[in-house]
T-cell receptor, first 115, second 114 residues
Framework: GAGVSQSPSNKVTEKGKDVELRCDPI?????LYWYRQSLGQGLEFLIY????????KSGLPSDRFSAERTGGSVSTLTIQRTQQEDSAVYLC?????????????FGPGTRLTVL | AQSVAQPEDQVNVAEGNPLTVKCTYS??????LFWYVQYPNRGLQFLLK??????LVKGSYGFEAEFNKSQTSFHLKKPSALVSDSALYFC????????????FGGGTRLMVKP
């Protein structure tokens, strides 16, 4: 079956611009996560959505970062006024907590480069 | 707070030899433990997990891991390494009592030489 998909696969932007990254989770998965992978910081949790509950935003590094999930499916991560330190690979994952295993399955990531 | 340590940045083994990639963790509650593998320019691929039950967990591609509560370890093992196992391996923990996010170790690069 289809896995988690993310778009674009690569994004190059100029410092100060806004960017939007998209994630399509596995069909039927109610939980969706965003992580960031960078050389200096490793893999970091950003934000978590579960069904209709309020998202857990505890990992967002600044108020320039926001995310939404429409209709309990597709999610968009938005970074406003990008900075060079935002350059990283942004990974999305989804899981099915009701299934009892709650394994997170990851997409291929979006590589963001801020010039 | 939960944390994961992978003490080796890189592990080198010869093809056909057994391999071990080390992982230790720290959580306040009961842990869920995971191993993921990442190939170049790819996302993380799930290998195996420990939730409860048998301490020895078997996963994809012949990998296994042993949960050791007293040593707070979850080392990844394979009896006979393949060149195609060369990749970046991440250990991750989720505290059952502290939300759903995973905390990852820094990763270990496995190099299997023919």
């Amino acid at each position: 079956g289809a896995g988690v998909s993310q778009s674009p696969s690569n994004k190059v932007t100029e410092k100060g611009k806004d960017v939007e990254l998209r994630c399509d989770p596995i069909s039927g998965h109610t939980a969706l996560y965003w992580y960031r992978q960078s050389l200096g910081q490793g893999l970091e949790f950003l934000i978590y959505f579960q069904g209709n509950s309020a998202p857990d935003k505890s990992g967002l590094p600044s108020d320039r970062f926001s995310a939404e999930r429409t209709g309990g499916s597709v999610s968009t991560l938005t970074i406003q006024r990008t900075q060079q330190e935002d350059s990283a690979v942004y990974l999305c994952a989804s899981s099915d907590p009701a299934g009892g295993t709650d394994t997170q399955y990851f997409g291929p990531g979006t590589r963001l480069t801020v010039l | 707070a939960q944390s994961v340590a992978q003490p080796e940045d890189q592990v080198n083994v010869a093809e056909g030899n057994p391999l071990t990639v080390k992982c230790t963790y720290s959580v306040s509650g009961n842990p869920y433990l995971f191993w993921y593998v990442q190939y170049p320019n790819r996302g993380l691929q799930f290998l195996l997990k420990y939730i409860t039950g048998d301490n020895l967990v078997k996963g994809s591609y012949g990998f296994e891991a042993e949960f050791n509560k007293s040593q707070t370890s979850f080392h990844l093992k394979k009896p006979s390494a393949l060149v195609s196992d060369s990749a970046l391996y991440f250990c991750a923990v989720r505290d059952q009592n502290a939300g759903n996010m995973l905390t990852f170790g820094g990763g270990t690069r496995l190099m299997v030489k023919p």
